[in-house]
């Protein structure tokens, strides 16, 4: 079963004229919630690794004619350390404008950085589980953080991670998440579960849905972060080559709590070594 656009076309010349696209389920973010990295239940193999560059487009508008817009761009990247066994990281840049009745403030910093380790559990005809232990920092309103989601502390994920490729006229591949973020800081610690689905409707293209969740779970501090949300993301994936793909799509929440919910579009390039 492929696991890269390596493995992928190494797919197809088993099979001309047909593959599985699991590239898709190497990458972010992915991506962290607010574009979490979506570091799929495939490993990655020892000495390999994974670069994906992306950039986004974010506004949420609020009823009171106020409104938040950012541009990110980020890097996310894994590499194969033994077998298994993988580690990666991403660090997200963003600038941002708040606009509101009378004023506008701008701002701009890191707003995302993690880093992690991931281990298969246990693989077969069955699919895939593996297990991810990752370390972020959070961002604050001066680092260009969204309204409603700006922290301080350090965040701890813990997840698993379960995947399985399936064949048939319209190959492809379901991916599902389960994680607690502990949140050392003032937010309260939350539950995420996310879900993609990708289907290869010709061997150069994918599609993918995605989606994203957290919740809140337990009371956040005076002033700490405490939301839920929704968020659905399509997209689109060429294969360029063996080595390169580029991938685009949207973001568009659907439901929230303590957030107002925006939308956004983004373009990634994906890349292997």
């Known amino acids: 079963m492929p696991t890269s656009i390596e493995d992928w076309a190494r797919a197809r010349q088993r099979a001309p004229g047909r593959s599985i696209f699991l590239a898709a389920a190497l990458a972010t973010a992915l991506l962290t ?10 490993t990655r193999e020892k000495g390999e690794a994974f670069v994906e560059t992306r950039t986004d487009v974010f506004r949420a508008r609020d009823g009171d004619g106020g409104r ?6 980020g890097i996310y990247g894994e590499y194969g350390l033994f077998d298994a066994t993988m580690v990666g990281a991403k660090v997200v840049f963003g600038a941002a404008r708040s606009v509101g009745p009378g004023f506008v403030d701008n701002a701009s910093g890191v707003v995302e950085i993690e880093g992690f380790a991931q281990r298969t559990i246990a693989s077969g005809k069955w699919g895939v589980l593996s297990a991810r232990a990752a370390v972020a920092r959070p961002a604050g309103i001066a680092a260009g953080a969204r309204p409603g989601l700006a922290a301080d502390g ?9 995947g399985f490729g399936f064949g048939g006229p319209v190959p492809g591949f379901l991916t599902t998440e389960a994680a607690y973020r502990g949140r050392t800081g003032d937010a309260a610690d939350q539950v995420r579960i996310d879900a993609v689905i990708g289907i290869e409707p010709h061997p150069d293209f994918l599609l993918m849905a995605e989606t994203q ?16 949300v929704v968020k659905l993301q ?17 973001l568009i929440e659907v439901a929230a709590r303590n957030l107002t919910p925006g939308r956004g579009v983004f373009v990634a390039l994906w890349s292997e070594f």
């Not at 919630?33 to 495939?42: L, V």
């Open 213 to 228: 969740t957290a919740f809140s779970a337990g009371e956040a501090r005076p002033g700490g972060a405490d939301f839920d």
């Open 33 to 42: 919630f607010s574009k979490s990295s979506h570091a799929a239940p495939w």
């Open 154 to 162: 350090i965040d701890v994920d813990v997840r698993a991670l379960y």
């Open 68 to 73: 938040f817009e950012r541009l990110d761009a």
């Open 234 to 250: 399509p997209s689109l994936v060429w294969r360029a080559n063996d080595r390169l793909a580029v991938r685009i799509g949207g």
